[in-house]
Antibody
């Protein structure tokens, strides 16, 4: 059973960088899967941020592409998100998820709330 | 403004059936698989339906999915109070080269 766990700061200052890591257990990040980040602002819907493959290929949400970098660390069985130049609008619960095969997400982390505030 | 359009809310009585629609375009639903997620209050989304109409192991057959053209539908029969949640549709958008979700539908079991 694959499990995912997000980790990172709960508070980031405006204009700073939001770094999050997702640790995968019960499975290898080196499998032929894509790994995804999704966020959910308080009281709002889901927003797809982007995905990274086991080899480091990426796809990004066009609205966030200029500020986002996704990467994979196979040695740690982790994948990461860096979101630059954050504002209060980036305050959200951030989820990491495993792609099931056809743009569906079969395993999710529990989510981590990140607030952007000075 | 979400790429996929869902009704904000639906409601039905326990034991009844409800459907939730998800409308898109040829660049997303029309040419890609649709998935559905259930999000109970305070929890992460859970995959209910993948590849338009397939259920992961452990999902009861009260939940069903279908797709026609540029729209998809989630059906839930034998409604239970425990089904009260937010439901999201999702797919790939080939024009955006990105994943997209609907705005979500809040199900109330009266």
């Amino acid at each position: 059973q694959v499990q995912l766990q997000e980790s990172g700061p709960g508070l980031v200052k405006p204009s700073g960088t939001l770094p999050l890591t997702c640790t995968v257990s019960g499975g290898s990040i080196n499998s032929r899967n894509w790994w995804t980040w999704v966020r959910q602002p308080p009281g709002k819907g889901l927003e797809w941020i982007g995905e990274v493959s086991h080899s480091g290929s990426t796809n990004y949400n066009p609205s966030l592409k200029s500020r986002v970098t996704l990467s994979v660390d196979k040695s740690k069985n982790q994948f990461s998100l860096n979101l630059r130049s954050v504002t209060a609008a980036d305050t959200a619960v951030y989820y990491c998820a495993k792609n099931g095969g056809n743009s569906d997400f079969d395993y999710w982390g529990q989510g981590t709330l990140v607030s952007v505030s000075s | 403004q979400s790429v996929l359009t869902q009704p904000p809310s639906v409601s039905a009585a326990p034991g009844q059936k409800v459907t939730i629609s998800c409308s898109g375009s040829n660049s997303n639903i029309g040419n890609n698989y649709v998935s559905w997620y259930q999000q109970l209050p305070g929890t992460a989304p859970k995959l209910l339906i993948y590849e338009n109409n397939k259920r992961p192991s452990g999902i009861p057959d009260r939940f069903s999915g279908s797709k026609s053209g540029t729209s998809a539908t989630l059906g839930i029969t034998g409604l239970q109070t425990g089904d009260e949640a937010d439901y999201y549709c999702g797919t790939w958008d080939s024009s955006l080269s990105a994943g997209v979700f609907g705005g979500g539908t809040k199900l109330t079991v009266l």
